[in-house]
């Protein structure tokens, strides 16, 4: 059980434009969802909090309108990366939380590699 | 505000001896602690947390840690390291990670 999945596992596109990145959770309703991203040999940067029926918290220096994130569901997130540039290459990976559950344990998607060219 | 330290960048230990991977946090309650392992182009393994209770936790792999409210610390241990060991760890309070320890395994 507490799956959660990410498609694409990796994309290319051009510079200018937008991706859509999507965080599900397979087998449990997930009241919070995160947003990372992760350079290379570096580590996890929390780049948003999403809960169901809300809009995201965004942490300080991360871009809201470049980084649009909907969290629709129970069961889904989307990451949009809007008129992408080289910069926002990058690995980006979501987790899920099943607060509801008792406990605050998060778990981890796969991640996106997503190179924008 | 919360804050994960982990204070060496890398390591590196001979296949056998012991290792100990340090982590010190900034929380102001009680925090929940989690040590994760990535390996090169993997995702993120969960190896251990702590929510409260016995703070000596076991955990996969045969890791462990040790939860000292004193010291803010829950350092990572592991009696005896196996050359596939090798990754790189970070340390979680709840949603924040630490900078991570890349682990070296010499033959």
């Known amino acids: 059980g507490a799956v959660v999945s990410q498609h694409p596992s990796w994309v290319i596109c051009k510079s200018g434009t937008s991706v859509k990145i999507e965080c599900r959770s397979l087998?449990?309703?997930?009241?919070?969802m995160f947003w990372y991203r992760q350079f290379p040999k570096q580590s996890l940067m929390l780049m948003a909090t999403s809960n169901e029926g809300s809009k995201a918290t965004y942490e300080q220096g991360v871009e809201k309108d470049k980084f649009l994130i909907n969290h629709a569901s129970l069961t889904l997130s989307t990451l949009t990366v809007t008129s992408a540039h080289p910069e926002d290459s990058s690995f980006y990976i979501c987790?899920?939380?099943?607060?509801?559950?008792?406990?605050?344990?998060?778990?981890f998607g796969p991640g996106t590699r997503l190179t924008v060219l | 505000a919360q804050s994960v330290t982990q204070p060496d960048i890398h390591i590196t230990v001979s296949e056998g001896a012991s290792l100990e991977l340090r982590c010190n946090y900034s929380y102001g309650a009680t925090p929940y602690l989690f040590w994760y392992v990535q390996s090169p182009g993997q995702g993120l393994q969960l190896l251990l947390k702590?929510?409260?209770?016995?703070?000596l936790v076991q955990g996969i792999k045969g890791f462990e840690a040790e939860f000292k409210r004193s010291q803010s610390s829950f350092n990572l241990r592991k009696p005896s390291v196996h050359w596939s060991d090798a990754a790189e760890y970070f340390c979680a309070v709840d949603m924040r990670f630490g900078a991570g320890t890349r682990l070296t395994v010499k033959p």
């Open positions: 087998d449990f309703q997930a009241t919070t």
């Open positions: 702590y929510f409260s209770g016995d703070t």
């Open positions: 987790s899920a939380r099943d607060f509801w559950g008792g406990y605050n344990e998060q778990f």
